[in-house]
């Protein structure tokens, strides 16, 4: 298994651009990709994107898609979400997760961080 630790969220105003950064640790070379999910207050969790260790092949939401951009350093076990133009709707946590295989499910989790987006 590995171990996630999201940083990089805050508050910040419509508009503006946040940099979320998950660091991962233990055993990595388990991980096959990468993935951002978010969970606003009172709805259900949703995927955001992601990304694959080996050839950072990526996938967005529709609903983010445009705005939002996935990447990963694999010399730094490291993986992004660049944010941009962000909307009130947007406010939510943000929770990093990994999956061994395409066939498994997003099963690794981060403990989130919480981005506020003010109007």
């Known amino acids: 298994q590995v171990q996630l630790v999201e940083s990089g969220g805050g508050l910040v105003q419509a508009g503006g651009s946040l940099r979320l950064s998950c660091a991962a640790s233990?055993?990595?070379?388990?991980?096959?990709?990468m993935g951002w999910f978010r969970q606003a207050p009172g709805k259900e969790r949703e995927f955001v994107a992601a990304?694959?260790?080996?050839?950072?092949?990526?996938s967005y939401s529709d609903s983010m898609k445009g705005r939002i951009t996935i990447s990963r350093d694999k010399t730094k076990d490291t993986v992004y979400l660049e944010m941009n133009n962000l909307q009130p709707e947007d406010t939510a946590i943000y929770y990093c997760?990994?999956?061994?295989?395409?066939?498994?499910?997003?099963?690794?989790w981060g403990q989130g961080t919480q981005v506020t987006v003010s109007s």
């Open positions: 997760a990994s999956r061994d295989s395409e066939r498994d499910p997003f099963d690794y």
């Open positions: 233990g055993r990595t070379f388990d991980s096959y990709a």
């Open positions: 990304v694959t260790w080996s050839g950072g092949s990526t």
